[in-house]
């Protein structure tokens, strides 16, 4: 008796393959750009899949029409590939890459998760100035909303005594009938000590106003060069600060450092353990200055550089004399 060939042995399709699958064809989606594929994975029952990849979308582009584009592809390809059914294709968006537009363009690396624990920000947004770099303008959000909550504190306070007496008929409240007692007889002309600092307090507010709206504000973000015309990139102070330390710290001889990153200038500060100060000076200031040279900052950071030795500071060993 002769066995059909189609129950003679099975063909099976490891995770490890589909999951490769899927990632290629990830990368193979029709999309404007060039898609990254991340991690995945793949789950075989039987004759069904479920797929998962996570990719990087190119900038610009609609989130939610190419990331379907991709989904559609990835199943449609990985069940032609692997002859299986895909009933789940799951496609996580990890970040956006900005795509080349010219051949002087360089591309820069796509915004990852992994940029917010060395404390880099980048932001795209419409830049008037084309490719000129400028420091990111602060909302000023809280002191905005102290003085609106306090304004409208005031204001319906007022307002609440005045529809009383008028609507209500009920008398004119003592804490407002004392102000405006207070307020005639104790004008700044007057020349009281307590009008005269009612004025100048309101005079420091309103300077403080003036200079919240006409400063950017955000002093712990560095602008960086524009990666391409229309976006602005921004870095804080902070990571410039641990990337110093640990350009620093590579150092031979070199123990605790402290760094200061200000918004033209940064402070090192190095403890100095063993080895020739002089050339230990030197090679601190030139791993800083590698360090610095490779963050893109729009403005060059100007360093100052303090090396101090250690109490148990041991110099270079001496040169052993020739016979």
């Known amino acids: 008796m002769t066995t059909p060939p189609a129950q003679r042995g099975t063909t099976t399709v490891a995770d490890r393959a589909v999951r490769r699958i899927a990632q290629r064809a990830a990368t193979e989606a029709p999309v404007p750009g060039r898609v990254e ?25 609609v989130l939610d029409e190419a990331g379907e584009r991709v989904r559609a592809h990835v199943a449609e390809r990985t069940a032609r590939l692997t002859g299986l059914t895909v009933s789940s294709a799951r496609i996580r968006v990890r970040g956006l890459s900005p795509r080349e537009r010219s051949a002087g363009l360089r591309a820069t690396p796509s915004t990852d998760t992994g940029a917010r624990e060395t404390g880099a920000t980048g932001t795209a947004a419409a830049d008037g100035g084309g490719g000129r770099a400028r420091r990111p303008w602060s909302q000023r959000r809280l002191p905005v909303a102290a003085l609106a909550l306090a304004a409208a504190a005031a204001c319906g306070l007022l307002l609440y005594d005045m529809v009383s007496v008028h609507a209500a008929g009920h008398a004119p409240a003592r804490w407002r009938v004392r102000t405006m007692e207070w307020l005639a007889t104790h004008g700044p002309d007057g020349g009281t000590v307590p009008g005269l600092l009612a004025a100048l307090a309101v005079f420091a507010l309103g300077v403080w106003l003036l200079v919240l709206a006409v400063t950017p504000g955000r002093r712990g973000r560095l602008a960086m060069e524009p990666p391409l015309p229309g976006m602005r990139a921004v870095l804080e102070r902070r990571a410039v600060a641990v990337l110093l330390r640990d350009a620093v710290t590579d150092v031979p001889g070199v123990g605790r450092v402290t760094v200061r990153v200000g918004r033209r200038r940064a402070r090192v500060r190095a403890r100095l353990a063993f080895g020739e100060p002089g050339r230990a000076r030197r090679a601190v200031r030139e791993a800083a200055g590698a360090a610095t040279a490779g963050l893109g900052l729009a403005a060059p950071l100007r360093m100052r550089v303090r090396l ?11 040169d052993e004399p020739t016979p």
């Open 308 to 318: 101090r030795t250690e109490p148990t500071w041991r110099g270079a060993p001496p």
């Open 37 to 61: 594929a991340g991690r995945g994975s793949a789950t075989v029952r039987g004759r069904r899949a479920e797929v998962a990849v996570t990719v990087t979308l190119p900038y610009p582009a």
